[in-house]
């Protein structure tokens, strides 16, 4: 059976990125490699040496994973999807909610919806986009 990962593309950040998931998340990185590090090193230019190659973060039986763009072509930034993170209760979340809202910004405070007893939306510091539901209710 096929696995789905979500893969993250930064511009010069993925490191910072992954360690900072690492802590907020409690995963556990699991690879991370430099382009310097490489096969490919003599390949890139000067610049992009310390741009990471792949990052794999470990979160249970799920897996994160991330690079940084190679600067080929200017960095359009993340959009077109949301992160999505789920929790029994509103007390177990909202931790969650508030380390990555820390720099970010928050496009929807955490707060009772029709749906569950508490939902929200913000926007991580590194422009990943989240949304976090705790405590689902049945419709």
């Known amino acids: 059976m096929a696995q789905l990962a979500t893969y993250l593309t930064f511009d010069g950040t ?5 360690a900072f998931y690492e802590r907020v998340l409690d995963g556990k990185i699991g690879f991370m490699m ?3 590090d490489s096969p490919m090193a003599s390949q890139m230019p ?3 040496q310390q741009r990471i190659m792949h990052a794999r973060l470990d979160l249970g039986d799920q897996v994160l994973m991330a690079s940084d763009s190679m600067g080929h072509e200017p960095y359009q930034g993340m959009h077109g999807f949301t992160m999505s993170l789920s929790y029994d209760t509103v007390a177990q979340g909202k931790p969650f909610f508030d380390a990555l809202a820390e720099g970010g910004k ?5 707060q009772e919806t029709f749906w569950a007893d508490g939902f929200g939306m913000l926007t ?4 990943t986009p989240w ?3 705790c405590g689902m209710r049945q419709p």
């Open 124 to 127: 991580d510091r590194f422009g």
């Open 34 to 36: 430099k382009i310097a």
């Open 106 to 110: 928050v496009t929807m405070p955490l």
């Open 131 to 133: 949304m976090i539901n």
């Open 14 to 18: 993925c490191a910072e990125a992954i």
């Open 46 to 48: 000067p610049e992009a």
